[in-house]
């Protein structure tokens, strides 16, 4: 299937210069949405996975189906103020602004086996400080997965280097 038909892009936001992928357009077709989900968690469906981690906000719309098809838990990470118990918070920088992640301190419990999601992989700040968190309260990362990977800005290969085990969906190699 070729994703990248299912995905809209619209220039200039949120900034000039950024060409935003949109992947509301891809989830708003059924078999697309469908598709994208199975693809997802196909690498794991025979593996012990204890949770998904989703990062807010479009990682929860991948996260949660996800997780109910591999029977794991799912855990999230927000931005500051939205997560009503204990929380560990890490600060990171993304490609145009920086800004804070938080998950409950109880989470990820040690040892769990983690699969982390999100929509799109870009400058890496955003999942590099969600690994920070998950690795704090003791959880093992056995899989990154994606559904955009805009590699021309680096994220993905600094994930790669630090010895994830990174997977994408569609990649894009320029704005």
């Known amino acids: 299937m070729n994703l990248k038909e299912k995905i809209r892009e619209v220039p200039n936001w949120p900034i000039k210069g950024v060409n935003f992928k949109d992947i509301t357009t891809l989830m708003e077709d059924p ?3 469908q598709y ?3 693809v997802l968690a196909s690498p794991f469906l025979k593996r012990k996975v204890d949770k998904i981690v989703g990062i ?5 719309l991948f996260a949660a189906p996800v997780a109910y098809k591999l029977k794991a838990g799912l ?5 500051p103020g939205k997560l009503p118990y204990k929380t560990i918070q890490k600060k990171y920088t993304l490609e145009y602004a920086s800004n804070i992640i938080q998950m409950h301190k109880d989470t990820v419990l040690p040892n769990e086996k983690i699969l982390l999601i999100d929509d799109l992989i870009a ?3 955003t999942a590099i400080a969600t690994c920070d968190l998950i690795e704090k309260l003791g959880g093992k990362i056995i899989g990154i997965s994606f559904v955009v990977d805009l590699p021309f800005l680096g994220g993905s290969e600094k994930l790669k280097k630090r010895k994830y085990s990174v997977r994408s969906l569609v990649s894009y190699n320029s704005e």
Not at 75 to 79: L, W
């Open 75 to 79: 855990a999230i990470v927000r931005k």
């Open 31 to 33: 078999e697309t949405f």
């Open 36 to 38: 994208v989900v199975d």
């Open 56 to 60: 807010d906000a479009r990682g929860f």
């Open 123 to 125: 400058t890496g700040g």
